[in-house]
């Protein structure tokens, strides 16, 4: 919501961008963020920011970008499913009890959620959740958990949803919930980018490259301390639209990336002819 003060803001940052402040300081700007859009979208915190292939020379030739794993997926009889995500990492699935197991074939690492939801790690219990929580694999993945209310307890909650994004691969779980058993179903797509934009990422968790367990945003390993920032009322709890620090970095790259924009357009004054500027009559001929 916009405020007198924030307007206000905006104002001056627009002018100051576009006056000799920001003419120091542009190409560090430029160079930030456009570094910031070259990281892959939710890739873990210690992640280093990388020029897309196409940009990439060895040898005198353009190197084209290597392409992403494709993706599979199926449904049984049960309640069951299965996804192939490429690169070593696999889901099963099981309505029964809401249950999404993430596998990661190349380190051997399993996780495991399931019931209200808890999280087994390599099969010990290491934190449950509430609202919407993100796993986010080594290779920028996003596995986004949904969740809404258990019928068997108000109090608690269950997986209802699971969104996987990668780029442009997208992959929607309906029907994970036990709250109805029967109608699980797995729809494949290709709008990756407009799936995650539309849907928030909660509390984001990032796969440990260097062991078991899942690092916070903030590189640090995650406990039940942690996600009881999911709980009921809390900031990313049932409901929230809170966002992940992700997400609001992408939003403040966005604002800068247009603050810089627009203090790269002339000013109405600056580009008007020199003769109109000074009031110099043009000569009739």
Request: hydrophobic share 40%; aromatic share 8%.
């Amino acid at each position: 919501m916009f405020t007198p003060a924030l307007n206000n803001f905006i104002n001056v940052a627009a002018g100051q961008l576009a006056g000799q402040i920001m003419q120091g300081v542009a190409m560090q700007f430029a160079a930030g963020i456009m570094a910031s859009f070259a990281r892959p979208l939710g890739a873990g915190p210690l992640a280093q920011p990388l020029l897309p292939g196409t940009w990439q020379v060895s040898c005198g030739n353009c190197q084209l970008p290597q392409p992403q794993a494709s993706w599979t997926a199926t449904t049984g009889p049960g309640g069951r499913g299965s996804i192939d995500l490429g690169e070593g990492y696999r889901l099963e699935l099981n309505e029964n009890n809401s249950e999404i197991t993430v596998f990661n074939d190349s380190t051997g690492e399993r996780t495991r959620i399931w019931g209200d939801p808890h999280v087994e790690i390599d099969g010990k219990h290491a934190f449950d959740f509430w609202g919407t929580t993100t796993f986010t694999l080594d290779n920028g993945t996003k596995l986004t958990i949904n969740t809404e209310q258990w019928n068997g307890n108000p109090n608690a909650y269950v997986a209802s949803q699971v969104i996987i994004t990668r780029g442009d691969q997208a992959i929607v779980v309906d029907g994970i919930s036990q709250n109805s058993l029967g109608d699980l179903s797995i729809t494949m797509g290709s709008n990756g980018r407009a799936l995650d934009a539309a849907h928030r990422d909660g509390y984001t968790l990032h796969e440990n490259g260097a062991g078991a367990g899942w690092l916070t945003e903030m590189g640090t390993l995650a406990t039940q301390a942690h996600l009881d920032a999911t709980r009921i009322g809390a900031e990313y709890g049932p409901g929230s639209d809170a966002l992940s620090i992700a997400e609001s970095g992408a939003m403040l790259g966005q604002f800068l990336l247009f603050g810089l924009l627009l203090g790269s357009v002339p000013s109405r004054d600056s580009a008007e002819p020199a003769s109109r500027q000074q009031g110099v009559a043009v000569p009739r001929r």
